[in-house]
């Protein structure tokens, strides 16, 4: 028996099959080189706030345009960015989307309402909105301490939720009108 494979695998096959084994190999070696160099270039474009030559429809690429969008303040485009990402985001990335939505209508409501702790309605709606989003944010990922404490934040900022039928008049209102007020 091991006299045919001998017989079969002669030295110049042996020569032949390691040679190609060989040749592949340095084929996918200067494959990954050249992709550990793109990803370089790619990371190194990101930090520098430029657009990558390579990878530009990634989700990294798209999401790090998105952040970039938002620290210049062009919330609009960002928000919509983040929007179309929340799509085909797996979980920890749909958690960092939550938490920079919230992040922009956060800053959104406190540039509206300034320096005025009173809370109008445009404020209040857009903290509400920041709100709903970390608490989106928290759940998908509840170690995520700054959601968290962003939250934590937003709920002291936002007005208490007021108790339907009771105001500062005597008069009860619609929902406890036909109800008397008092002892019998």
Do not use: C
């Not at 990101?46 to 345009?65: C, G, R, V, W, Y």
């Not at 409501?109 to 903290?127: D, H, P, Q, R, S």
């Not at 936002?158 to 008069?171: A, I, K, M, N, R």
């Amino acid at each position: 028996m091991t006299l045919n494979i001998f017989k079969i695998l002669s030295v110049k096959k042996l020569i032949w099959i390691f040679s190609i084994i060989a040749l592949a190999s340095t084929v996918g070696a200067g494959y990954q080189l050249n992709r550990i160099m793109q990803i370089n270039a790619f990371n190194h474009a990101i930090l520098n706030a430029k657009s990558p030559k390579t990878d530009m429809q990634s989700f990294e690429a798209k999401f790090a345009t998105a952040y970039w969008l938002a620290k210049n303040e062009r919330y609009k485009e960002s928000t919509l960015l983040y929007t179309q990402l929340l799509e085909r985001a797996n979980t920890a990335q749909k958690e960092a989307i939550q938490h920079n939505l919230g992040t922009i209508f956060f800053l959104r409501g406190l540039a509206i309402n300034g320096t005025n702790m009173a809370v109008g309605k445009e404020t209040e709606y857009l903290l509400r909105q920041a709100k709903t989003l970390y608490q989106q944010a928290v759940r998908l990922d509840n170690t995520h301490w700054d959601a968290r404490h962003n939250l934590d934040r937003l709920i002291l900022l936002l007005p208490g939720t007021p108790t339907p039928g009771v105001g500062e008049s005597d008069s009860p209102g619609l929902i406890m009108g036909n109800i008397p007020v008092g002892l019998p």
